[in-house]
């Protein structure tokens, strides 16, 4: 049994500040004995200097980043699930979750990692789930260095800044568009872009995106090495012809009309959605459909895992359907460019879609779990 502290002073609040992207590395000296229920040297311990500080968290559980091809890159984006409404209930942590945090043993210290909502996900559920990023590669079957931490009332607000725990992440409501999208005309077609009231809004005319070249509008930035992106599409309208292929994402090699790419994207007209790939320069396009009306608001996902693509698609954000198979690459190499398409296959007027977020995250496959400890204690100190 750990022994119990009787706090008799004020605990001092420490400011954290930002250290890389992701974590927050505080001037907190580590437990240099056993205080505030942390085992020196033993099971979940952290020694260190001879001072401590006592953080008022009043219960931590072990996270286990299981990793089952022994190989996680740091700046993956991992998750777990837990059953934030019952802490709630029992009094153990905020219902709005500002005190739960999550840090990581590092070179004799504990480092605070940014943590967020999962998207669609929400404090004071039985399944609340939240994600954050890999502060170092893990290159063992388990990484055992992260904690969750919760029960402090005058725990400050979190970082929750999803810049910090995926690659890209842009929610288009700071009024100013990032200067890494590039507004991208491909083969002939016409389009403006702008960022408003929290939507990138596409307009554009053209053709359509297939046969040996493309016509189409792309918003897009570069992108290195494996990941996932996605987005979720709000509305759509104007000139819209059929099988318009209206917002979603797109993976391409390059911005020449010929380039490799793969799409998922809702349609107009005459399918729900498509997967359009063209697999070598300058080669034909193949395409997946799904039939049915326009389903938008919808949200759309493509991977990239070295020369393979896989598409998706969803209507909440949370039971994804594939779209076609896994499909292989000629020659595909870094950086290639990931964005939203618009191809409204009508040359006279202006089709437009409005899409609310846009992300990219680091992607392995099979993906890692996170599992977790039974829950200790406190209070701890670092």
């Known amino acids: 049994m750990r022994p119990s502290v009787t706090v008799g002073v004020?605990?001092?609040?420490?400011?954290?500040?930002?250290?890389?992207?992701?974590?927050?590395?505080?001037?907190?000296?580590?437990?240099?004995?056993?205080s505030g229920g942390v085992d020196a040297g033993g099971s979940g311990g952290f020694p260190g200097s001879d001072a401590a500080v006592l953080l008022p968290?009043?219960?931590?559980?072990?996270?286990?980043?299981?990793?089952?091809?022994?190989?996680?890159?740091?700046?993956?984006?991992?998750?777990?699930?837990?059953?934030?409404?019952?802490?709630?209930?029992?009094?153990?942590?905020?219902?709005?979750?500002?005190?739960?945090?999550?840090?990581?043993?590092?070179?004799?210290?504990?480092?605070?990692?940014?943590?967020?909502?999962?998207?669609?996900?929400?404090?004071?559920?039985?399944?609340?789930?939240?994600?954050?990023?890999?502060?170092?590669?893990?290159?063992?079957?388990?990484?055992?260095?992260?904690?969750?931490?919760?029960?402090?009332?005058?725990?400050?607000?979190a970082d929750e800044d999803r810049s910090h725990v995926y690659l890209v992440w842009d929610d288009f409501e700071d009024g100013t568009l990032d200067p890494h999208w590039k507004l991208s005309q491909i083969g002939g077609a016409v389009g403006l872009l702008n960022q408003d009231a929290g939507k990138l809004h596409i307009e554009a005319l053209g053709d359509d995106i297939g046969g040996t070249s493309d016509e189409l509008v792309l918003v897009s930035r570069e992108v290195s090495g494996d990941f996932v992106a996605d987005c979720r599409v709000a509305a759509s309208g104007g000139a819209l012809g059929a099988d318009a292929k209206v917002g979603g994402v797109m993976v391409r090699?390059?911005?020449?009309?010929?380039?490799?790419?793969?799409?998922?994207?809702?349609?107009?007209?005459?399918?729900?959605?498509?997967?359009?790939?063209?697999?070598?320069?300058g080669g034909d396009t193949a395409q997946d459909t799904v039939p049915g009306p326009n389903p938008i608001p919808a949200f759309a996902r493509v991977t990239r895992l070295g020369q393979s693509s896989r598409a998706w698609r969803s209507a909440d954000g949370e039971s994804w359907e594939e779209i076609g198979t896994a499909m292989t690459f000629t020659g595909l190499s870094d950086p290639v460019r990931v964005g939203v398409p618009l191809a409204n296959r009508d040359t006279k007027s202006l089709g437009w879609v409005d899409v609310d977020w846009f992300r990219v995250r680091r992607w392995v496959e099979p993906a890692p779990s996170v599992t977790l400890d039974a829950e200790e204690p406190g209070p701890f100190s670092r």
């Open 253 to 281: 090699q390059s911005l020449d009309a010929g380039s490799q790419q793969r799409i998922a994207a809702p349609m107009n007209g005459a399918a729900a959605f498509t997967n359009a790939y063209r697999v070598a320069p």
């Open 10 to 34: 004020a605990l001092a609040l420490l400011s954290c500040s930002l250290n890389g992207r992701g974590s927050h590395e505080g001037p907190f000296p580590q437990d240099g004995g056993d």
């Open 57 to 157: 968290y009043a219960y931590r559980r072990r996270l286990h980043v299981e990793a089952s091809n022994g190989q996680l890159p740091t700046g993956l984006t991992v998750s777990f699930e837990l059953d934030h409404a019952a802490l709630v209930a029992a009094g153990k942590c905020a219902a709005d979750g500002h005190d739960l945090r999550v840090l990581r043993r590092e070179s004799g210290k504990l480092v605070e990692v940014t943590r967020v909502l999962a998207l669609g996900a929400s404090w004071a559920s039985a399944t609340t789930r939240i994600e954050f990023s890999l502060l170092a590669d893990v290159t063992t079957p388990t990484d055992d260095s992260y904690y969750v931490y919760y029960g402090d009332n005058e725990a400050g607000m």
